[in-house]
């Protein structure tokens, strides 16, 4: 099994500063998946494919990386954006997900 | 608009049969690619991935539960099942189902289970 490792486990920002969320992966994937989810609601698709937006997202909001290291950064912190993002891979059985990094507005 | 919805018994006791549906619109799971997964998360937990199906009616599983899981659609293509056997504490979850093209890109509300005796 694949084991994505993100950092930081929880960070804040304040409103117009850069975040960057890193996941780490036990062994190499071909892609990378984020998503948001928000205090009691379902998780949202954010970025697909380690850096296609998904559809009706803030292009404040992009992803990168390659083989065992990933990043999503949000470019300018808004309210908003508080929630906690997860990282996915599928490139082997079972698709796994990260641990979370809770994300906070200062 | 494409929307899915998780339906279950609530609360069931430890060592029964857990059976969740999964109710969809706007879409069809006979279109070529096509998948729903299932996917839970215990309270204050990440994310755990537990079985899917595509629309060729193959289906995959997460090794760890396996033996326990069976994922299956009925003939119409608008829902999906799963049945989660012998359960225990471990198994209370939030359970969601998920449409996958290119990532979830829908996941339905999510429906809450508790096993306790």
């Known amino acids: 099994e694949i084991v994505l490792t993100q950092s930081p486990t929880t960070t804040a920002a304040s409103p117009g500063e850069k975040v960057t969320i890193t996941c780490l992966a036990s062994s190499s994937v071909s892609n990378m998946y984020w998503y948001q989810q928000k205090s009691g609601a379902s998780p949202k698709l954010l970025i697909y494919?380690?850096?296609s937006l998904a559809s009706g997202v803030p292009d404040r909001f992009s992803g990168s990386g390659s083989g065992t290291s990933y990043s999503l950064t949000i470019n300018t912190m808004e309210a908003e954006d508080a929630a906690t993002y997860y990282c996915?891979?599928?490139?082997?059985?079972?698709?796994?997900f990260g641990s979370g990094t809770k994300l906070e507005i200062k | 608009q494409v929307t899915l919805k998780e339906s279950g018994p609530g609360m069931l006791q430890p060592s029964k049969t857990l059976s969740l549906t999964c109710s969809f619109s706007g879409f069809s799971l006979s279109t070529s690619g096509m998948v729903v997964s299932w996917i839970r998360q215990p309270s204050g937990k990440s994310l755990e991935w537990l079985a899917a199906?595509?629309?060729?009616?193959?289906?995959y599983y997460n090794p760890s539960l396996k033996s326990r899981l069976t994922v299956s659609k009925d003939t119409s293509n608008t829902q999906v099942f799963l049945k989660i056997t012998s359960v225990d504490i471990a198994d209370t979850a939030t359970y969601y189902c998920a449409r996958a093209t290119e990532g979830f890109d829908y996941w339905g509300q999510g429906v809450m289970v508790t096993v306790s005796s």
């Open positions: 199906i595509d629309w060729d009616g193959d289906k």
């Open positions: 996915q891979q599928w490139s082997s059985n079972p698709l796994t």
């Open positions: 494919s380690t850096s």
